[in-house]
């Protein structure tokens, strides 16, 4: 249909255009006008060579051949002066209202032409609508099989009962067993909700149509339900099929949802037709409804109920045993280093999802062939990663020696707790390089996958994001800007605990805020209360991130040493890992245990340095 819209708006703009064109003509080579009085004038003094009439009109030569138009009141009358001159007479018939006749008529001819050709053309591209979405058997997708697919072990094994109904489904009917009408798969980004789809396909060897949810919705009614219809008319010619649709909240979101009354209206035909015929397959239909959303919460509860979407699998980011697969996937199609490992990157990787697993390797590979490498090695992976965690590295950013060792204190500072708080996830890398928004960063990394935090470890974590900020305030007794984003995390996490996780002695084990319940990044509701409740949940996260700061300019006076030593370092080489880090802290560890045993001796109360009597054996002791 909106080819139809776009062709009478193409056709009306034509004739705009060809109308403004001949106006242009028209003013170009129209005669200049004069009055009727000047054309007496002329024609007593004898001026007039050429009188040419067209109804009232009249165009008159003078003797120096110009040529002017006026309008006279009679022609009858004013032919009566024109007898006995020597004048050349011409009549016209004035042809303009058959002009303009002819010109509205071809216009309307033409727009007819332009609607009938639109309509059926529009016809026949939705009569080939599902058709233009059936996926080759033969294309590179649907060469997918599970052994593709790493790191969601749980919904593979769903799904290959779905593959085993498709290719021998006597096996599960002779018994009386259905095959599940929908299955819905839901997660985050890049989980791999449609390559899963696809290895499906590909398992099964079955005709696989792919859609998205905003295929099926037009600005004009009825469109996305006429779709639907054909869509399983032409399912069910085809059985035994798959049918996926990717992002199908853009048509199945609930019907109380919306913003303007005519989209909702569509939107709602639409669902309706969706629902209407994923409840009229037979039982011999053996077509199976694959759908994709990160945004379940919105979807309408009548498509989420039995006998419609009889499944809803869950895609989540991989944990570190699916990391180290989805890698070794990846891997096979690159040149990798023999030093490369895998089960160590799956470690440094916590949170990455499949796709930018992929995009991690990809983007080693791209390093490793801009250094002219013929393999991959760990350090591509290294810089990949802080790539995509923290952007492309600002070469071109000049800094001051005071903001450089304002940021390192700050970075040094994070670290440091990092290092001390038993409860703390280790520290993998402090860097001052700026790369992105970031001048600087921490990195930590834990050892394993957690699913559950305890209090200890959100507290352990609020201290050091505070490390950078007591680090400037102990050093330079000032504050600054770089603490923003440390300061934004830790307000979130203490407002977590205490208004989603209970971890409040004074308001008790109970929740005030609730989720979204989708998988796209939303910000936390408040549930209902008093105003209160909702002063004593603002004082005591105030007074939960104020005694995490106390403590952590606390820690850090005690490690002003290790503090200094630390920056120094780190303005000369920019960037420390893991086990570099630990280095410094041993070496510190061991000078002030020097330091405790021989302590420096009071020679206040010696003459001279030469005739020191502490001077004589200590110094030798220490250095041995």
């Known amino acids: 249909m909106p080819i139809l819209v776009r062709n009478l708006l193409v056709c009306f703009l034509f004739t705009i255009l060809a109308l ?163 299955i819905l798969l839901q997660g985050p980004p890049g989980t791999g909700k449609t390559l899963l789809a696809k290895a499906v396909a590909g398992e099964a060897g079955v005709p696989f149509y792919s859609f998205s949810g905003s295929d099926f919705v037009e600005m004009f009614v009825g469109v996305g339900a006429s779709r639907v219809r054909d869509l399983f008319k032409e399912a069910k010619e085809n059985s035994p099929c798959i049918v996926f649709i990717d992002e199908i909240d853009a048509v ?44 379940p919460d919105i979807l309408d509860s009548a498509l989420k109920r039995p006998g419609r979407f009889d499944r809803q699998i869950n895609l989540l980011a991989p944990d570190v045993k699916g990391r180290m697969k989805i890698l070794e996937v990846h891997g096979q199609k690159v040149r990798l280093h023999p030093e490369v490992d895998f089960e160590v990157l799956a470690q440094a990787t916590p949170g990455f999802t499949g796709a930018e697993l992929a995009n991690l390797v990809n983007e080693a590979a791209l390093l490793a062939g801009r250094n002219g490498q013929d393999q991959i090695i760990n350090a591509n992976f290294d810089k990949a990663r802080d790539r995509i965690l923290m952007g492309v590295e600002r070469k071109g950013l000049i ?72 680090a400037e305030e102990l050093v330079f007794k000032q504050q600054t800007t770089g603490a923003q984003g440390d300061l934004l995390t830790a307000t979130q996490i203490a407002t977590d605990m205490i208004c989603k996780w209970g971890m409040s002695s004074t308001l008790g084990p109970q929740a005030f805020s609730i989720d979204s319940g989708g998988f796209l990044d939303g910000v936390s509701g408040r549930l209902p209360m008093g105003h209160d409740t909702e002063r004593f949940i603002d004082q005591e996260v105030n007074e939960l991130l104020s005694n995490c700061f106390a403590q952590a300019l606390q820690m850090l006076k005690e490690e002003r040493a290790l503090l200094d030593n630390l920056v120094e370092i780190l303005l000369q080489v920019e960037t420390l890992d893991g086990e570099e880090f630990d280095i410094i802290v041993d070496c510190s560890v061991k000078k002030e245990a020097v330091a405790t045993e021989f302590p420096e001796p009071d020679c206040s109360t010696c003459n001279a340095r030469e005739n020191c009597s502490h001077a004589t054996g200590v110094e030798d002791e220490i250095v041995a």
């Open 20 to 182: 403004f064109l001949a106006l242009l003509w028209f003013m170009e080579h129209r005669h200049p006008s004069q009055d009727y009085s000047k054309l007496v004038e002329r024609l007593a003094n004898d001026q007039i060579v050429m009188l040419e009439f067209t109804g009232n009109k009249v165009a008159f030569t003078d003797q120096d051949a110009r040529t002017f138009v006026t309008t006279v009141p009679s022609v009858a009358q004013f032919l009566e002066r024109v007898q006995g001159k020597d004048i050349r007479v011409v009549v016209k018939q004035d042809r303009f209202n058959l002009i303009y006749l002819t010109v509205i008529a071809v216009f309307i001819v033409v727009l007819v032409m332009v609607a009938w050709w639109s309509l059926q053309r529009s016809k026949n591209e939705d009569n080939n609508f599902a058709s233009d979405k059936l996926v080759s058997l033969n294309g590179d997708d649907l060469n997918l099989t599970f052994d593709d697919i790493a790191g969601i072990p749980e919904a593979k094994e769903e799904l290959e009962e779905v593959v085993s109904f498709l290719k021998s489904p006597d096996n599960f009917t002779r018994i009386g067993a259905t095959i599940p009408r929908g």
């Open 252 to 295: 199945g979101a609930s019907r109380t949802s919306g913003s303007s009354a005519g989209g909702q209206e569509e939107r709602g035909q639409t669902l309706n037709a969706l629902l209407v015929e994923m409840d009229g397959f037979d039982t011999e239909d053996t077509i199976v409804v694959l759908a994709a959303t990160n945004r």
């Open 399 to 470: 800094m001051t020696d005071r903001d450089r060792k304002v940021l390192a204190y700050h970075e040094a500072g994070h670290g440091i707790l990092a290092n001390k708080l038993p409860d703390s996830d280790p520290l993998h890398k402090i860097t001052i390089v700026p790369r992105g928004m970031a001048l600087g960063q921490t990195q930590q990394i834990a050892i394993s996958d957690q699913h559950a935090y305890s209090k200890q470890y959100l507290l352990s974590k609020i201290i050091v994001l505070m490390g950078g900020r007591a």
